[in-house]
Nanobody, 115 residues
Framework: QVQVAESGGGLAQPGGSLRLSCAAS????????MAWYRQAPGKQRELVAG???????HYADSVKGRFTISRDNAKNTVYLQMNSLKPEDTAVYYC?????????WGQGTQVTVSS
């Protein structure tokens, strides 16, 4: 079993920055990929950014150039640096971990962008 815990959400002003962290722990033999999803009220959950074990990354078009995903393999931790935040970035952000063929989700962390 793998546990996933996010941190770092909160309130930011438009144009501001936040950094999310996600740590995986438990019975880990090999993490294949880690990703961030988000879900805004009344909308479907969407992929924001992902990173595979080799380091390749993928971003949603809406966050390209503003968000950066990175990973510390030794700590089984993934980060999401969010810059130039917009009100439409407001959502609950979820960490997703693919480990040995199984998918694990965190509880989510709220990000609110408002003046």
């Amino acid at each position: 079993q793998v546990q996933v815990a996010e941190s770092g959400g909160g309130l930011a002003q438009p144009g501001g920055s936040l950094r999310l962290s996600c740590a995986a722990s438990g019975s880990i033999s090999g993490i294949n990929a880690m990703a961030w999803y988000r879900q805004a009220p009344g909308k479907q959950r969407e992929l924001v950014a992902g990173i595979i074990s080799g380091g390749n990354t993928h971003y949603a078009d809406s966050v390209k150039g503003r968000f950066t995903i990175s990973r510390d393999n030794a700590k089984n931790t993934v980060y999401l640096q969010m810059n130039s935040l917009k009100p439409e970035d407001t959502a609950v952000y979820y960490c997703n971990v693919l480990e040995s063929g199984y998918v694990y989700w965190g509880q989510g962390t709220q990000v609110t962008v408002s003046s």
